[in-house]
């Protein structure tokens, strides 16, 4: 079984500039999940979806980031413009249902210069 | 924050040594999950516990809750250079998923 695919891996860009993160999910797992992660700390929670609906974004700066999910499988992060504060790896993770066990991708760097 | 509390931070043990780490939590939960972290890629999960357990055993893994005080822990035993990584507990509830600030274990050879 294919694991949760995540590109680019590492992302270098100015301040100010855009970025967008892809994520492809296990076939079949409903609910896809980004979290950024800055080094030194867990996972933050930044959106949820159940198939291409928003489950909670309450913690996803919504004047720089924007998420979507359209037809319930692959899912796009995008940051624009970018901060210096931005700069950690962004993971993307899912899950057959609700509950049990998340499977992560390798997530994606972002260094902001 | 809703994200959970670990301790210690940091651990540094020699191999073959036992190695727990501990997680406290904020809210009530249907589980609370472990997952491993090596440097430079994503987490992979170790171990659940249901609400309603008090311990479970994987393997060299050892995972005890205590939802009166609202806390974990993972004990590792028979430690081994391979096991260094940081460490994360998750509490679930409902389909959502908070993860703990980390435990970085160091596995002296």
């Known amino acids: 079984e294919a694991g949760v695919a995540q590109s680019p891996r590492y992302k270098i860009i100015e301040k100010r500039q855009s970025v967008a993160f892809w994520c492809n999910p296990i076939?079949?797992?409903?609910?896809l999940y980004w979290y950024q992660q800055i080094l030194g700390q867990g996972p933050k929670l930044l959106i949820q979806?159940?198939?291409?609906?928003?489950?909670?974004d309450s913690q996803l700066p919504k004047d720089r980031f924007s998420a979507e999910r359209l037809k319930g499988v692959d899912s796009t992060l995008k940051i624009q413009p970018a901060k210096l504060e931005d700069s950690a790896v962004y993971l993307c993770?899912?899950?057959?249902?609700?509950?049990?066990?998340?499977?992560f991708g390798e997530g994606s760097r972002l260094t902001v210069l | 924050s809703q994200q959970g509390e670990e301790d210690p931070q940091a651990l540094s043990i020699q191999e073959g040594e036992n190695a727990t780490m501990n997680c406290s939590y904020k809210?009530?939960?249907?589980?609370l999950q472990w997952y491993r972290q090596n440097s430079g890629r994503g987490l992979v999960h170790l171990i659940l516990?249901?609400?309603?357990?008090r311990e479970k055993h994987s393997g060299r893994l050892r995972v005890t809750l205590d939802t009166s005080k609202k806390s974990s822990s993972l004990l590792i035993t028979a430690s081994r250079a391979a096991d260094t990584a940081s460490y994360f507990c998750?509490?679930?509830?409902?389909?959502?998923?908070?993860f703990g600030t980390g435990t970085s274990l160091t596995v002296i050879p």
């Open positions: 993770a899912s899950i057959p249902g609700g509950t049990g066990e998340l499977f």
């Open positions: 076939s079949g797992h409903a609910t």
């Open positions: 979806f159940q198939n291409n609906g928003v489950v909670d």
């Open positions: 809210t009530s939960i249907n589980n």
């Open positions: 516990i249901r609400s309603n357990e």
């Open positions: 998750a509490t679930n509830t409902g389909n959502q998923f908070y």
